[in-house]
């Protein structure tokens, strides 16, 4: 079953503009990873953020966590027309020892 | 890095065919697969735990006579499709990580568009 809830399902914004979405998960976890997707490719890694890490940056990307809400966001600054994909949070419950993705959100950059 | 290839990327057959996808790590040894499927603008879903050297671990409601998993080796997977039919088309995904090695990602294969007619 998924787990994951990804809010917006689909955003579309200008190139430059920061793009943010949200995940929310049911149970606790180990970490939270964020994947992305372009049409019809598998999914590539992008950020793992561990449970009892706040937040994590890699180059235009940060990851926040918060374990009280049960929820995460991925930002993206600067956005790029190549940065148009869909984007998915996967969760590693404990002792589940597998992931459990959210619904995605559809991310368009228009040039 | 780490990389995981999925053959075939495409595959149209008639109904009632068997189709088989192949995953393998290329450069490092995955005790454990994992297999999923996708509809079109829907997430991943989990279909099965494939494990090296035992059987796998299917999730809930999938069949297990109707997708076959055999894991023989620490580098390759594969997910047999038996007796396909077109509701069986769809998109299927291998992935394939260090989970025994503490919080690592997972690495995905470029998935198989199975079509059935």
């Known amino acids: 079953s998924q787990q994951g809830e990804e809010d917006p399902q689909a955003l579309s914004i200008q190139e430059g503009e920061n793009a943010t979405m949200n995940c929310s998960y049911k149970?606790?976890?180990?970490?939270l990873q964020w994947y992305r997707q372009n049409s019809g490719r598998g999914l590539v890694h992008l950020i793992l953020i561990r449970s009892n890490e706040r937040e994590k940056h890699s180059g235009r990307l940060r990851v926040t966590l918060d374990t009280s809400k049960k929820s995460s966001s991925l930002l993206i600054t600067a956005s790029r027309a190549a940065d148009t994909a869909s984007y998915f949070c996967?969760?590693?419950?404990?002792?589940?020892?597998?992931?459990?993705f959210g619904q995605g959100t559809r991310l368009t950059i228009n040039p | 890095g780490a990389v995981v290839s999925q053959h075939p990327s495409r595959v149209i057959c008639k109904s009632g065919t068997s189709v088989k996808i192949e995953c393998r790590s290329l450069?490092?040894?995955?005790?454990?697969m994992f297999w999923y499927r996708q509809f079109p603008k829907q997430s991943l879903m989990l279909m099965a735990t494939?494990?090296?050297?035992?059987?796998?671990t299917y999730e809930q409601g999938v069949e297990k006579d109707k997708f076959l998993i055999n894991h023989a080796s620490l580098t390759l997977s594969t997910l047999t499709v038996t007796s396909a039919h077109p509701e069986d088309s769809s998109f299927y995904i291998c992935s394939a990580g260090g989970w025994g090695q503490g919080n690592q990602p997972q690495h995905f294969g470029d998935g198989t568009r199975l079509s059935i007619l």
């Open positions: 494939s494990n090296e050297g035992s059987k796998a």
């Open positions: 996967a969760t590693d419950a404990k002792g589940a020892q597998k992931l459990v």
């Open positions: 450069d490092f040894q995955a005790t454990t």
């Open positions: 149970t606790s976890i180990n970490n």
